[in-house]
């Protein structure tokens, strides 16, 4: 079974940085895009940052020149770099890939906390 699987969250201080990782894992044919999703309690899902196969990247304006995405082909993994984290930066972040498999379509992982203190 393909299965995507989030690392790197934890607490850090308000301007610190993380790094989260998420690997693709299982009978994968081909990754197209990959995304970066967050959720903050209360609030709905929102697109953080995508990669395409071809290298394009887009972020939300809040992440704009703090955040940055990136993917290793070879490994089947996306990262997202994240400086000068603020508290509103806090939430579950998701990753998310449409994948070519046995079943084609938009695979999720099970989230990584990210909460940034004052």
């Known amino acids: 079974q393909v299965q995507l699987a989030e690392s790197g969250g934890g607490l850090v201080q308000s301007g610190g940085s993380l790094r989260l990782s998420c690997a693709a894992s299982g009978p994968i044919i081909s990754i197209n895009a990959m995304r970066w999703y967050r959720q903050a309690p209360g609030k709905e899902r929102e697109l953080v940052a995508g990669?395409?196969?071809?290298?394009?990247?887009n972020y939300a304006d809040s992440v704009k020149g703090r955040f940055t995405i990136s993917r290793d082909n070879a490994k089947n993994t996306v990262y997202l770099q994240m400086n000068s984290l603020k508290p509103e930066d806090t939430a579950v972040y998701y990753c998310?890939?449409?994948?070519?498999?046995?079943?084609?379509?938009?695979?999720w992982g099970q989230g990584t906390q990210v909460t940034v203190s004052a």
């Open positions: 998310n890939a449409d994948i070519t498999a046995s079943y084609n379509g938009r695979y």
């Open positions: 990669v395409t196969s071809s290298g394009s990247l």
